[in-house]
């Protein structure tokens, strides 16, 4: 278990999350950011970009539907689902990685690891073990959380 302060710790590494970073970098303030799962959080890896394949995918067979009141005549239209969720997978798999290397970019510490307010912050510390958290229990999910504390301040 290590120590380190930062002007600034994210809990979570959303869109919300990760919006923050770059004003918050281009400001000169050190970031760190806590994320317990996936770079990225809901939206592009359960969210909107995978849904947005799978809608992109039903509007195309709703059009084929639909081509004879334009005179054109297809075949039944047949979905290949388990081709459709390989094709959802592939597209979202790199955003991770591609995140982090932003991160890096942006000189943002990702601490990999479950974070929580331990007691009340004007300004925030994080501590966080450097391990990732990839333990299912709960007593394993406490050993690993990272916590942020308010200096003595
Ligand atoms: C199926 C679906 C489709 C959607 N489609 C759209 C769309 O088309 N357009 C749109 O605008 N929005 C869409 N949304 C909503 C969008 O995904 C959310 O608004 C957005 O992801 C919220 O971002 P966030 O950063 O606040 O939260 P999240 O993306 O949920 O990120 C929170 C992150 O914090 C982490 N976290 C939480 N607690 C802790 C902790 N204690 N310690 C460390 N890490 C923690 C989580 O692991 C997660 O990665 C969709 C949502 C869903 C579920």
Known sequence: MTSEAFDVVILGGGNAGI?????ARRAGLSVAMIEQDV????????GCT???VLVAAGHALHEIECASIHKISVGKAK????ALIAREKDLIKDIPANLAR?????KVDVIKGQAAFVA????????????????????DRSRDRCRSRAPNT
């Open 19 to 23: 919006g923050v970073t770059g004003p």
């Open 39 to 46: 770079l990225g959080g809901t939206c592009p890896n359960r």
């Open 50 to 52: 995978p849904k947005k």
């Open 79 to 82: 979905l290949d689902w388990p």
């Open 102 to 106: 932003a991160m890096a970019h942006r």
């Open 120 to 139: 009340r912050i004007r300004s925030a510390s994080a501590t966080a073990s450097s391990r990732p958290n990839t333990s299912s229990s709960r007593r």
